[in-house]
C-alpha cells in the first residue's frame, strides 16, 4: 500500500494525503478523519523516515524529568505520551537520577534529535531555559519553579492547594495544626506552606509548629517522632505531599496514637498509595491531565508556528476529602 491507495480509498487527493500525515494544520477536521480512516483500513504505515526528511523532523519530543517513582508524574508522562502519539510523535524520557543533577547536554537537548522540549518539575532551570534557547530547540515548562515571561508553562496554584487543605483542618475545630515542608528548593513546596500560613492567618492563628523534610516516608516518619518524644504533637498536620503524610500516619500508629481520632492528617498529590491504605489519605489532587494537555498543545503550536505569544497557565487543586481527617475531639 501507498500514499496513492490511501488517496483513492479516502476520496481526496494525494496532497490531502499528504499533508493529514504530515499533521498540517490546514487540513480540514472532516477530510483528516477521511484520510486516517482509509489508512486504517489498508493498515498503511508512514515510512517514518521519509516523513522526517520531508517535514525537516524528527518525529520525538523529549522530557526532561527527575523522578519516575511518584503517581503525579507517572500520570503527566501517560497523558503526554497518549497525546503525543495522537499526533504522530513519539515521547523520549531523559531522567536525572539525582534532584539538583542537570543535563542540559543531554543526547536529547539537540535540535536535529528533537522537534521540541518538556520540561516536567526541573531543578536547575534557568540552566534549562538559557540552553534551549540559544539551541533554538522549542521547549514548554510543567510545574516550574520561576516565572518567566517569554516562556510558555503550566503550573499548578500550591498556594491555594496549602490554604484549602488548611481551612479543612480548621473547618473541622483544629486550632493546633502542623506543617511538614516539603525542600526549600521547590518553589511548589514554599508556596503549600504560604497558603498554609494564610489560612490559619485569615482564622487569627499562627502556626503550631512547621518542620522541612524530604518529599519521602522517612522524612515524615522522623518528624512525628521527634514531636512524640518531646509530648509536642498537635491535632491536625497539614504535610506538605502525600509520602510525607504516610510516614506520619506510620509513625502515630506505632505509638497507639490514632488517625484520624486522635489526629488529622492531610496530604498532597494524591499519590496512587494515598487511597490504598487504611486510613484513606485526605489529599490535595493535582489537574496532571490538565497539565499535560495543555502543555502538550501548547508545544506543538510552537513547533507548527502558530504560538502568537508565550503564555503561563495557572491550574487549581482539588481537595479530596477521605478518612485521615475528622472533627476535633473534645475532652
Known amino acids: 500500500m501507498n500514499i496513492h491507495d490511501v488517496a483513492k480509498r479516502s476520496g481526496l487527493s494525494v496532497v490531502t494525503v499528504s499533508r493529514v500525515i504530515n499533521n498540517s494544520p490546514t487540513v480540514r477536521e472532516a477530510n483528516r478523519q477521511k484520510v486516517l480512516k482509509a489508512m486504517e483500513e489498508l493498515n498503511y504505515q508512514p515510512n517514518s523516515a521519509a516523513q522526517s526528511l520531508v517535514r525537516g523532523k524528527t518525529g520525538i519530543i523529549g522530557m526532561s524529568i527527575t523522578n519516575l517513582n511518584d503517581s503525579f508524574y507517572d500520570r503527566v508522562i501517560k497523558v503526554a505520551n497518549r497525546k503525543l502519539a495522537d499526533q504522530g510523535y513519539f515521547l523520549a524520557l531523559s531522567i536525572s537520577e539525582n534532584e539538583g543533577e542537570g543535563d542540559i547536554n543531554n543526547f536529547l537537548f539537540q535540535r536535529d534529535r528533537v522537534d521540541g522540549i518538556i520540561l516536567l518539575s526541573p531543578i536547575e532551570e534557568e540552566q534549562y531555559v538559557a540552553e534551549l534557547k540559544k539551541k533554538k530547540i522549542p521547549f514548554i515548562l510543567l510545574d516550574n519553579q520561576y516565572e518567566h515571561d517569554d516562556v510558555s508553562s503550566v503550573v499548578v496554584d500550591n498556594f491555594q492547594g496549602g490554604y484549602d487543605a488548611t481551612k479543612h483542618l480548621l473547618d473541622l475545630g483544629h486550632t493546633r495544626i502542623a506543617h511538614i515542608g516539603g525542600p526549600t528548593i521547590f518553589l511548589s513546596a514554599a508556596e503549600r506552606k504560604r497558603g498554609y500560613m494564610k489560612a490559619l492567618a485569615d482564622a487569627g492563628l499562627t502556626p ?85 494537555g495543555i502543555g502538550v498543545d501548547l508545544l506543538l503550536r510552537q513547533i507548527n508556528g502558530q504560538m502568537e505569544a508565550p503564555t503561563v497557565t495557572k491550574l487549581s487543586p482539588k481537595l479530596l476529602v477521605r478518612e485521615s481527617t475528622a472533627y476535633l475531639k473534645q475532652s
Open 208 to 292: 503550631f509548629a512547621i518542620e522541612y523534610s524530604g518529599f519521602t516516608v522517612s522524612s515524615g516518619y522522623e518528624v512525628a517522632k521527634k514531636w512524640i518524644r518531646e509530648d509536642a504533637l498537635p491535632t491536625a498536620i497539614f504535610a506538605g505531599d502525600d509520602f510525607i503524610a504516610l510516614g506520619v500516619v506510620h509513625a502515630l500508629r506505632e505509638e497507639g496514637v490514632r488517625v484520624p481520632q486522635d489526629l488529622s492528617v492531610v496530604g498532597f498529590d494524591d499519590q496512587q498509595l494515598a487511597g490504598e491504605f487504611y486510613p484513606r489519605l485526605t489529599t490535595v489532587r493535582q489537574p496532571e491531565a490538565q497539565m499535560a
